[in-house]
Structure formats: structure tokens, C-alpha cells
């Protein structure tokens, strides 16, 4: 599947679970809605400042693209209620340098709200690896972009200071890939 051929789903998860409790229960809520041939990749937040816990990255082929959570209202099927589905949306992928973290690097995913983002700033900041750029596939999505930057773990802070310069309405988080899965 060649990545401009390709809509690029991201569904967020509020929870309290333990690690291992979400897991499970991903892995068996995803199994009902995801078809073969989707890679689904779940990153797990490390740095507790953006309030998803957990983010799945679903890459679908643009013909077969299906929105298959829908916010909020399949949280009943994780156990209590202890989980909440947040739909991000479909995304257009307009730069992709790499698909998995490897080694030691993490992501700092910056959902993005602004229609205004300047992703030429982002491309000219220091310290990162690779940067992925997605940009919103349906009016609908709840962020305009979303970016995902490869960075050394001991590169966090750094990054951190100049993304926390852009001020642009963002959500920031640092995640690891738990998994990744050939569904």
C-alpha cells in the first residue's frame, strides 16, 4: 500500500487502566471493527500532559477508509465504562518519513486545532529525528493536523521547549508504540 494511496485513522482513549488491563481490552474491542490488511499501530503516553492515555494509528487504503469508532459510545464495550473513545478523525498523510519508533526513539504527537498551523516551522525545528504530517481528510476531524515527531528519548525536553513555542492551540503528548499490529 503506497502511503498517498492510504487515509490514516487516529482514535484516542481516555482511561485510568493499568497498561496491561487496556491492552487486553483494545486488543479485543479492535478485533470487532478492524478488517485484514490495516496496520494498526497503539502508542501509550509517557509523559502524562495530554489527557489521551492512548492512541491508536489505523492506516487504511483510501477505498476502504471506514470511520469504525464513533466518540464516546462504544465505551460500554470496555469494561465499567473505564474507557472513553475518542474519535480523532480520517487524515491525509503529506509527509511521512518513518512508521515505527525503533531503539530509543519516542513520538511527540501536536494534535493541532489551527487552521493556521504553520508546518513550515515545524519542519524547521532542531533535534527531531523524522516528522510525519497529517492534515484532515473530512471537515469533521477533530484536529486540522495532526504531527508525529521521531525524537531520541533524551531529545524530549528540548523538543518540547520549541513545540511549546509554536503556541497553536495544541495538544502535546510523548508516546512509545506499544504494539504494532497486521490486523
Given amino acids: 500500500m503506497k502511503i498517498k494511496d ?3 485513522q487516529f482514535v484516542c482513549y481516555e482511561t485510568t487502566m493499568n497498561t496491561e488491563e487496556f491492552i487486553v481490552q483494545w486488543e ?3 478485533k470487532r471493527f478492524l478488517n485484514k490488511g490495516i496496520e494498526v499501530t497503539l502508542q501509550e503516553q509517557i509523559q502524562l500532559k495530554n489527557k489521551f492515555r492512548f492512541v491508536s494509528r489505523n492506516v487504511w487504503p483510501q ?3 471506514q470511520f469504525v469508532f464513533m466518540e464516546g459510545r462504544l465505551s460500554h464495550n470496555f469494561p465499567e465504562g473505564h474507557v472513553k473513545v475518542v474519535e480523532a478523525g ?3 498523510p503529506l509527509q511521512v518519513q518513518c512508521n515505527h ?3 530509543d526513539m519516542v513520538k ?3 494534535f493541532s486545532k489551527n487552521h493556521q498551523t504553520d508546518i513550515e516551522a515545524y519542519k524547521k525545528m ?4 523524522y516528522l510525519n504530517i497529517y492534515e484532515a481528510y473530512y471537515e469533521s476531524c477533530r484536529y486540522v493536523y495532526i504531527l508525529e515527531f521521531f525524537v531520541k528519548e533524551s531529545e524530549v525536553n528540548a523538543i518540547r521547549e520549541q513545540l511549546d513555542q509554536q503556541n497553536n492551540l495544541a495538544e502535546i503528548g510523548v508516546y512509545k508504540e506499544y504494539a504494532m499490529l497486521a490486523v
Fill in 126 to 129: 532542531t533535534g527531531y529525528r
Fill in 90 to 92: 480520517g487524515y491525509t
Fill in 28 to 30: 479485543r474491542f479492535t
Fill in 101 to 103: 519508533a525503533k531503539g
Fill in 63 to 65: 477505498d476502504s477508509f
Fill in 6 to 8: 492510504t487515509i490514516v
Fill in 108 to 110: 511527540i504527537m501536536v
